[in-house]
């Protein structure tokens, strides 16, 4: 038996991938098309695995998945592939619909003409895992109850509305075709090889090169945070015992404002690694113009995972937090290799 994974060479892909094949003998199938986050080298310690392989392609190209669902005698299919940061979905929506609408629906399709040819057990067990976000529902006011699966979708930028478009199309195949699928709506992740476009490794990365540490706005807009790896936990356990057809939140049950989660990261570097200066990380925040339709609230209600599938997350914010500095400051090559020129332009763009 083998699982296709899609977009693991990206930040939670490349984390499930790499926790798949510590915590099981399964072999995995990973198809990535490489686009600016996706980066073969987090997980070349895999290169060599008779367990693991690479096909360098896109979900659009429902060809491809075609011939590697039948090749391998894939069982389960878990969709992290899509272009996922909001400020590139403002400046350039396009490619969002393309890979997150698009790319979704021929992998779908892929899916049902292999999962139709299925008989017995192999077409029983076989299952699509939608990985999605809190995004999608919208945003709540300060006093506002936290999202379940229940709540309507009220997208607000152009990358939640194609990942809520990306999770109707997969419903309707279930509801359609009665493909087994299973969705998981998370709240903000972080933790080790997070490109840093995102707020944490951004927050890291400049800190330690002594650059500003760009806020949006007044920083108190608020994220329930959800450790990359008691995601991967979570999307296990999902794709084990998850109920075809069901969705299920999945966070971290800490809600933070911006602005607190950057001054514990400083705090957190003054004791790691002081500034030559003696000053604290602290004094490089600055605020910069807001982005536009910013949310100013999530907060994810993960009670169905836990009552249904006994899942929680095994990290506090202050533990998850720690792993994800201590990795960065290990790992200083691996922010070289990925800031490259264009990122420098994306970020002095983008945070001026």
């Not at 939140?249 to 933070?256: A, I, S």
């Not at 957190?268 to 003696?278: E, H, N, T």
Request: overall charge negative; charged content about 20%.
């Amino acid at each position: 038996m083998t699982i296709l994974v899609t977009g693991g060479c990206g930040f939670i892909g490349s984390n499930f991938v790499l926790d798949w094949m510590a915590a099981s003998d399964e072999p995995v199938v990973n198809l990535d098309k490489l686009t600016y986050a996706g980066n073969p080298a987090n997980l070349r310690g895999l290169e060599g695995s008779n367990r693991y392989s690479f096909v360098h392609a896109g979900i659009e190209d429902g060809e491809t998945v075609g011939v590697l669902l039948r090749e391998h005698g894939v069982r389960a299919i878990v969709n992290f592939a899509a272009e996922s940061h909001v400020d590139r979905s403002i400046s350039g929506p396009e490619a969002f619909i393309q890979t997150n609408v698009v790319g979704t629906l021929r992998l779908l399709e892929a899916a049902k003409g292999y999962w139709a040819e299925l008989g017995g057990a192999a077409r029983d067990g076989f299952r699509f895992l939608h990985v999605s976000t809190d995004e999608v529902y919208g945003t709540l006011g300060p006093d506002e109850a936290p999202f379940t699966e229940e709540t309507p979708f009220k997208p607000n930028s152009p990358y939640a509305a194609s990942k809520a478009s990306s999770d109707h199309l997969v419903r309707s195949y279930r509801e359609t075709y009665g493909l087994p699928v299973l969705t998981t709506n998370c709240s903000n992740n972080y933790g080790p090889l997070h490109f840093p476009e995102k707020l944490i490794p951004l927050i890291i990365h400049n800190a330690l090169a002594g650059k500003d540490l760009p806020i949006y706005g007044d920083g108190q807009q608020v994220r329930d945070w959800l450790y990359v790896g008691d995601h991967c936990s979570a999307i296990r356990r999902v794709l084990e015992a998850g109920t075809p057809g069901e969705t299920y939140n999945v966070g971290g049950n800490t809600e933070k404002q911006n602005i607190d989660v950057v001054r514990t990261i400083c705090a957190m570097l003054d004791a790691a690694r002081p500034r030559p200066d003696g000053n604290a990380y602290a004094a490089q925040i600055a605020f910069v113009k807001d982005r536009p339709g910013h949310d100013r609230r999530y907060a994810i209600d993960a009670g169905k995972i836990r009552r249904d599938l006994g899942w929680a997350p095994k990290e506090t914010f202050e533990s998850g937090m720690a792993k994800t500095v201590r990795w960065y400051l290990d790992n200083p090559a691996w922010f070289e290799s990925v800031t490259s020129g264009a990122y420098r332009d994306w970020v002095a763009k983008h945070y001026a």
